[in-house]
């Protein structure tokens, strides 16, 4: 009797050490960096964002080469673009190609981050967050300490790969 009490003792010790990772303790009120490779429709781009607040956004184009350097930011109700000597705001007239990628990103993660609304799930290596957006269903991939992994936006064609972010970047804003 007393084995078959320590093995469940042991059990129960085991797996709360390896439970799922609970949505609720989430705070996206944090600045942060991050390498994306953004698919839309076939072509693939990377870029190097930054969140300065809430709903705010900069951000540099890496690849395809031919716009390398393209500089972007993003406001909630605004893009504004610049490459070389040249640059341009697009105030809320966002062409729709440029509005499907990086700025439905932006978009779609602000959205994201308020927690409202969407399904957010806890499992072993993270938290799955699922809303709708602009009328589209999107997935949001987080890891443990709730960093993004990935974004899905499976109608629009639009899939997302962050990277390079870590836990001690992860910064609160003031």
Do not use: H
Not at 51 to 73: D, F, H, I, K, N
Not at 129 to 157: A, H
């Amino acid at each position: 009797m007393k084995k078959i009490i320590l093995i469940t003792l042991f059990a129960l010790l085991f797996t709360s050490c390896t439970g799922n990772v609970s949505p609720d303790n989430l705070d996206f009120n944090k600045s942060f960096t991050l390498t994306t490779e953004i698919e839309y429709n076939g072509a693939v781009s990377t870029a190097d964002f930054t969140r300065t607040s809430v709903g705010e956004w900069e951000g540099v184009l890496t690849a395809p080469y031919a716009l390398q350097g393209m500089q972007v930011s993003f406001t909630p109700t605004e893009m504004k673009v610049s490459y070389a000597d040249f640059g341009v705001d697009l105030g809320e007239s966002i062409p729709p190609e440029i509005n499907v990628s990086a700025f439905m990103m932006i978009k779609t993660l602000e959205s994201a981050f308020t927690m409202q609304n969407v399904n957010a799930v806890g499992g072993r290596d993270g938290i799955e967050i699922s809303g709708m957006f602009d009328g589209d269903s999107y997935v949001l991939r987080l890891d443990k300490e709730g960093i993004p992994l990935s974004l899905e936006m499976p109608r629009r064609q639009l899939k997302v790969t962050f990277s390079g972010v870590t836990a001690s970047t992860f910064r609160v804003l003031p």
